[in-house]
C-alpha cells in the first residue's frame, strides 16, 4: 500500500503543473480512482472483512487524487476534442463541472477525516463518495460505442 500512496503523490506532482497532455492525464486520474474505488468494493459488498487501516490508505489516497484534479489544467480549451469521453457540456457550463468537481472534492475529504471504525460507518461514507461518480458521468461525460 505505501507504494500506491508513493505513485499517486508523483502522479499528483505531476499533475500540479500545466498539462502537456490534458487528455491522457485526466484519464489517468479517473483510472486511478477507478482502482481506489474497485479496491474497496468486496469489503463494502461483504465480500472480503471490514479493514479500517486498508479503508484509511485508500481514502487518504482518494484525497490525494481528488486534491489534485485541477480542472483548469485538464480541461483547457482545445482538448474537447480528441481520443476523450468528456462531453462538450464541461466547457458549455465550466461553472457546474467545477461545482460537480468541488463536491466530490469535499465528500473524499470527509470521508478521509471521517476514519470509519465498522462496516456501516465506511459504507455511509463509500455511498456518497460513490454516488459523485455516476452523477457527474451521466452529465459530463458522453457513451463512445
Ligand atoms: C466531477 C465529475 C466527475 C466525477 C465526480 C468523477 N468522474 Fe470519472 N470521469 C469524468 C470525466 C469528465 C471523464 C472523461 C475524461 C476524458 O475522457 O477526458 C471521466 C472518466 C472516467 C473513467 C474513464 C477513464 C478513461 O480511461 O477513459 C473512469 C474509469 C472514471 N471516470 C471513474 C470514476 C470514478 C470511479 C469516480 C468516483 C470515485 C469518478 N470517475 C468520478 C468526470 C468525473
Known sequence: MRS?????SILAMA?????????ADR????????GLVGSLA?????????????VAEVFA???????AYNVDALFPAGSETGDTTASPKIWEDMAGFKAAVDKYKAEVTAADAAKPAD???FRAEFGKVTANCGSC??????KKG
Request: net charge neutral.
Open 27 to 34: 484519464k489517468a486520474a479517473m483510472k486511478e480512482r477507478g
Open 4 to 8: 500506491l500512496i508513493l505513485s499517486v
Open 137 to 142: 458521468h451521466e452529465v459530463f461525460r458522453v
Open 15 to 23: 499533475m500540479s503543473a500545466a498539462s502537456a497532455d490534458p487528455i
Open 61 to 67: 489516497a482518494l484525497k490525494v487524487n481528488a486534491d
Open 42 to 54: 468486496p469489503i463494502a459488498k461483504g465480500e472480503q472483512p471490514f479493514d479500517s487501516a486498508k
Open 119 to 121: 462496516l456501516d460507518a
